[in-house]
């Protein structure tokens, strides 16, 4: 079973991401409390997803982001064909994947990412590698996709993160997540048969 808790922007006590400069000017302060009440919502949506559609998730801190992820039952997905927009359940492939990616500093998502995402099954084996795209949902943006997985168990979840190519606007603290990041999820607990 997963474990709920908080998560709202607490640091890991032993790593830092790099500060915002919040005493620049007061419009600077305003934008940062207005970026946090966004990422203070966000969490709030990642938390009701976990507890009410995950089979398991969790989240850790690495470097100037928390990575989080949800493995749950596949999802039917619309698709670009030649086009327009076509339904397409899920076929064979039985669970979804979900990664979260926020900024440590403010807690709101990151859009515009490069997002790699590699399942290791319970006795090493790989079942793929491969990039997770930026998915559109009713309550949470994150990138994700539906797999194939054979079995149920403990597997480990490896997420890569290429640093954003987006421009940033502010002097003071645009200048952040330039670095890319890695995390390991181990002990991820995928059911094949809860959908």
Same mark, same amino acid.
């Given at each position: 079973?997963?474990?709920? #808790?908080?998560?709202?922007?607490?640091?890991?006590?032993?790593?830092?991401?790099?500060?915002?400069?919040?005493? *620049?000017?007061?419009?600077?302060?305003?934008?940062? @409390? $207005?970026? *946090?009440?966004? #990422?203070?919502?966000?969490?709030?949506?990642?938390? @009701?997803?976990?507890?009410?559609?995950?089979?398991?998730?969790?989240?850790?801190?690495?470097?100037?982001?928390?990575?989080?992820?949800? $493995?749950?039952?596949?999802?039917?997905?619309?698709?670009?064909?030649?086009?327009?927009?076509?339904?397409?359940?899920?076929?064979?492939?039985?669970?979804?994947?979900?990664?979260? %990616? *926020?900024?440590?500093?403010?807690? *709101?998502? $990151?859009?515009?990412? %490069?997002?790699?995402?590699?399942?290791?099954?319970?006795?090493?084996?790989?079942?793929?590698?491969?990039?997770?795209?930026?998915?559109? @949902?009713?309550?949470?943006?994150?990138?994700?996709?539906?797999?194939?997985?054979?079995?149920?168990?403990? @597997?480990?979840?490896?997420?890569?993160?290429?640093?954003?190519?987006?421009?940033?606007?502010?002097?003071?603290?645009g200048d952040?997540?330039?670095?890319?990041?890695?995390?390991d999820f181990?002990?991820v607990n %995928?059911? $094949?048969?809860? #959908?």
């Amino acid at each position: 079973m997963p474990e709920h #808790g908080s998560i709202r922007r607490a640091l890991d006590p032993r790593e830092t991401a790099t500060p915002f400069d919040a005493d *620049r000017d007061e419009r600077t302060q305003r934008q940062l @409390h $207005v970026a *946090r009440a966004q #990422g203070d919502a966000y969490g709030d949506a990642f938390e @009701h997803l976990r507890t009410a559609a995950a089979t398991d998730s969790g989240e850790q801190f690495c470097g100037e982001y928390w990575i989080g992820y949800a $493995v749950g039952p596949a999802e039917g997905v619309y698709e670009w064909r030649i086009a327009e927009l076509v339904w397409r359940d899920p076929g064979t492939e039985n669970v979804h994947v979900t990664i979260t %990616v *926020r900024d440590a500093g403010d807690g *709101r998502f $990151v859009p515009g990412l %490069v997002v790699t995402a590699t399942l290791i099954e319970p006795n090493g084996d790989v079942v793929a590698t491969r990039e997770q795209p930026l998915l559109w @949902h009713p309550m949470l943006y994150h990138y994700g996709s539906n797999w194939t997985v054979k079995y149920s168990g403990l @597997h480990t979840l490896k997420v890569t993160v290429e640093p954003p190519g987006f421009m940033r606007t502010d002097l003071a603290n645009g200048d952040r997540m330039l670095a890319p990041a890695e995390v390991d999820f181990t002990k991820v607990n %995928v059911d $094949v048969g809860a #959908g």
